[in-house]
């Protein structure tokens, strides 16, 4: 028999024992690593990952702001169900100020609502799950309520979004400061939210909210108005806000722009769950950046509405 052909034969058979072997080795693996409990391993070994506010405010910028601050009143107030605050950190001190109305030691859960901003994520109306890493401390968020929303398909879980929402990552550290013992459920909403999807979030949000709950809307109003323009406006939004009119919201911006209020659904979400509280209105804060810079003549100009909720 020809040597080379011997040696060939012998050459493919070891070749063919090899490949058998790879094939067992590779279903063994794919058996083994298909029954292997990931999610034990990822919460056993793996730290969580934390999302975190932006660096604008920092530990020493909230030491410095609060020891500035002249606190409002809350005797007269018996029981704040909402807050209506700025995300505008010109006007830092009205958010502060804001959030102090319904300030608790004890524990609570906080719902923010916000703008969409940038339109990111997939769905119109999105949820952070991840707790959050802020200047004053851990903020952990309300697993509960997040996935009731969830379950309830009325609201998408996704986290990238927040990641530069400063309608949400601006208020946070003022509500760790202010709420030791809070938990979070930030929820941002996109322009051109339907009423119909609305309802739904206010709906799962009345069935899943502990009784010791607080809803803030983080909104700013008025936009490129001058100052007493944006005054003229702005007393037609409060007439809005102060009878919970939620379906007089759609009246306030035209061809899309943010006139009036930077957010027509998150306002609208945000009356139809003091509506469905109860609750009156009293403003604390109304003012705009150019009264606050000086600068009246100024058409790059924003209004804020500072306020709480109260039965």
Sequence with gaps: MNKYFILNSLTAKVLAGILLLEVGFTIGLFYYFSTFNYQFVYHKFQKPEINKTQNIITKSYLENLFSKMIWPPKSDIVKVSGLIVNHHLLA????????????????????????????????????????????AGYLHADQNVIDALAKAKAAEIDDRPFELEHGVTNILPFIKKLYPRAKIVPIIIKDGLSNERGDQLVKSLLSSLPESSLVVA????????TSAEADYFDRQTLGIIKKNDYDKVATLNKNNQPDNVDSLPTLRIMLELMSQKKSNFVTLDHTNADKLTGNLASKD???YIVGAFYK
């Design 218 to 225: 983080s909104l700013d109003f008025s936009h490129y108005r």
């Design 301 to 303: 100009n924003t209004s």
């Design 92 to 135: 830092d001190k009205l958010i502060v100020r804001g959030l102090y109305l319904g300030a608790t030691d004890k524990p609570i859960t906080i719902v923010l609502l916000s703008p969409n901003h940038f339109g990111r994520g997939y769905g119109p109306i999105t949820v952070a799950a991840k707790d959050w890493r802020t200047p």
